[in-house]
């Protein structure tokens, strides 16, 4: 039986740990009395089972007949059905204080999805469509050279989420903008490597654009309305 996806899932648990534990050191969420790892780690479990289970459904397997198969690798897991749970799931834990908990989690979410997608050399998934790069890859028993493009994805994730911590750190950004920032950044960063990934449906696009808007839309409002309560004090 193959388990492979566990140990995905803890790379992008230690992605998102690592990064909780650098920021925590760097006086990160100074507004806000959520336990980050409890929650971000309860949101992303269920995001995950979600979206395996979404995946199970898309491909005809019955969860309740072959539990077995919500561990297994063999369908993966929808990004739309995790996606969604793991965001709405955040929502209600942080839902006191759910920008300043957004702006505290938001680099080490993007940690978490760098690490995530590294984790797919564990998987064996890491590869995309043909390329004749230097450093293309190939898989195990094939001779055709392919873009690693799960890595190209962890390492652009990696680059977001410690511009983004780098950024809090010098300086306090107006409430909304790091996570109104890493939502876009999330959408970009999957536009950008879709075309490279080897899909029949070509992947949720319209989920990607709604981050990215989304997540600028975020902080077009956040700066404004710093803007707002500057001029009335």
Not at 112 to 132: K, M
Not at 167 to 181: T, Y
Not at 198 to 206: A, D, N
């Amino acid at each position: 039986m193959e388990f492979t996806l566990l140990g995905q899932a803890a790379v992008g648990v230690a992605g998102f740990w690592l990064m909780l534990r650098w920021e925590a050191r760097r006086g990160n969420a100074a507004g806000c009395a959520l336990d980050l790892w409890d929650t971000g780690l309860t949101a992303g479990a269920v995001g995950l089972l979600a979206g395996r289970l979404f995946a199970m459904a898309q491909t005809g397997i019955n969860p309740f007949t072959d539990p077995a198969q919500i561990i297994l690798v063999r369908s993966g897991v929808s990004t739309v059905g995790a996606s969604i749970a793991a965001l709405l799931t955040f929502g209600f834990l942080a839902r006191r204080s759910l920008l300043e908990s957004a702006d505290a989690i938001a680099p080490s979410v993007l940690a978490g999805l760098a690490g995530w997608h590294a984790g797919t050399l564990i998987t064996g998934s890491w590869l995309g469509t043909v390329s004749e790069l230097p450093w293309a890859q190939t898989a195990s028993g094939s001779d055709i050279t392919r873009h690693p493009i799960e890595l190209y994805a962890a390492a652009l994730f990696a680059v977001a989420g410690i511009g983004i911590a780098l950024w809090k750190q010098r300086g306090r950004p107006p409430l909304g903008v790091p996570a109104g920032l890493a939502l876009a950044a999330a959408g970009a960063v999957r536009l950008t490597t879709e075309p490279m990934r080897i899909s029949l449906s070509g992947g949720p696009l319209w989920l990607y654009a709604g981050a990215l808007v989304a997540g600028l839309a975020l902080v077009v409002w956040a700066v404004m309305d710093e803007k707002r309560a500057s001029a009335r004090i």
